[in-house]
């Protein structure tokens, strides 16, 4: 395995890390001030970020995922791995460069999935970022790191499907740029076991779709994108929004989760980076008991601990990116689910040391670590819990060695 950089990737790290530097770093606190000084939060996206997402859009920092599509940068994987850390420094990183979550998940779908109507029509506005999605999964009523407990429906009606079910966590519902959510439903609970759910295109502005509440996460709402719990209640769908087709809505799912799963890590490994950069300037700068924070061997011992955390977590990473690109997201399963126990967990260590190090300005709004820890924790809920992954993970290294288990 070659975990070196390419020329291209080695040109696009420096290309972001500067407009990192010299547009984004300054503005998240305008982001802020701006977003609270709105009487709604929900009623528009703050003015900064729309002129961030123009400047980026001129220097070429544009869609740079999709691996091996025309529609991207042409990046494999593992050429994108160092790109998302970058952006994952800042919370409002990924959407200056149209890199954000759920939607670079949905538009994987409808280039991967979607009709070249269904592309038209939602793929092309996602891209240009004219739009947002969301991706109604999660289901409050059952255990949703189960997939086939989903137990939404999506009824055949003539030429149309019924819809009906109620999600949360439903991120990016909440922005009012939202205008259609991908949403799983049992089509046929007498099927396979995991060919009973299917994935439909809805409108969310179909009669029938409420948006009940906007959940916080630790406090925070999330605001103007938001995760949400939306009941559908009858609502008609044409039959053509139907994705692949009836009974591939776990098929899709798996293919949507793999990228959407290394990304979260990407962008996590960024977040402490700079975590841990914060924080080794931070005890420079401060004295504490006649010597400068940074000369106690505590603080020194956390400085080591992290950058080990940090790299560790970086090559297994950059391992199941590799995997990705040349054997599959199926056969790096077991990749995948490690990078997606190992990264969270790695974050909140990394985070949780620079909010000590800081002390109660690290739990303030002054800084991004408190909102970085907040977004760390929900990860290892996200995309499936830990216990999943790591029982995934133990009956994959199970299964190596089932033939010696027989022979006892």
């Not at 000084?37 to 929900?42: C, D, G, I, P, T």
């Not at 038209?120 to 999660?138: H, N, V, Y």
């Not at 420079?284 to 011992?301: L, M």
């Not at 590799?322 to 969270?344: F, H, L």
Request: glycine share 8%; aromatic share 8%.
């Amino acid at each position: 395995m070659n975990f070196s950089y390419s020329e291209k990737t080695i040109e696009l790290q420096q290309k972001l890390t500067a407009f990192m530097d010299e547009f984004v770093y300054p503005n998240e606190k305008i982001f802020d001030e701006q977003l609270n000084a709105q009487e709604n939060r929900w009623a528009q996206n703050p003015p900064i970020m729309e002129e961030l997402k123009a400047k980026a859009r001129e220097k070429g920092l544009w869609n740079l995922f999709l691996p091996d599509s025309e529609l991207g940068a042409g990046l494999t994987n593992i050429e994108y791995a160092p790109l998302c850390e970058i952006m994952g420094r800042s919370l409002i990183g990924p959407e200056v460069f149209n890199c954000n979550a759920p939607d670079t998940g949905n538009m994987e779908v409808l280039v991967r999935y979607g009709t070249q109507a269904q592309k038209k029509q939602w793929l092309e506005p996602l891209l240009d970022g004219e739009i947002r999605s969301c991706f109604a999964m999660t289901e409050p009523d059952v255990a949703s790191s189960d997939a086939t407990n989903i137990e939404s429906s999506i009824i055949s009606d003539g030429d149309a499907y019924i819809v009906n079910g109620r999600k949360w966590w439903t991120s990016g519902a909440g922005d009012p740029r939202c205008k259609v959510a991908i949403f799983m439903g049992k089509n046929d609970p007498n099927a396979a076991q995991y060919e009973q759910q299917s994935m439909i295109l809805v409108p969310l502005d179909t009669p029938g779709v409420k948006i009940e509440r906007m959940l916080s996460v630790f406090g925070y709402d999330h605001a103007p994108h938001g995760h949400a719990e939306i009941t559908f209640d009858n609502v008609r769908v044409p039959a053509e929004n139907m994705l692949w087709g009836e009974g591939k809505g776990f098929a899709i799912a798996q293919g949507r989760l793999g990228p959407g799963r290394i990304h979260h890590c990407m962008r996590l490994i960024g977040a402490a980076e700079r975590a841990l950069e914060e924080m080794c300037i931070r005890v420079q700068q401060r004295t504490a008991f006649g010597k400068s924070i940074a000369e106690q061997g505590v603080i020194r011992e956390w400085i080591a601990e992290s950058r080990i955390d940090i790299e560790q977590a970086r090559l297994l990473t950059l391992k199941a990116a590799y995997m990705m690109d040349t054997v599959g997201n199926k056969e790096a399963r077991a990749e995948i689910a490690m990078i997606k126990v190992t990264a969270p967990n790695m974050a909140l260590r990394v985070i949780d040391r620079a909010i000590q190090a800081f002390g109660g300005a690290g739990v303030s709004g002054d800084y991004t670590l408190a909102a970085q820890w907040a977004n760390s924790r929900t990860l290892r809920l996200a995309d499936g819990p830990d216990e999943v992954h790591r029982n995934q993970i133990a009956r994959l290294e199970l299964k190596k060695y089932a033939a010696h288990g027989k022979g006892n």
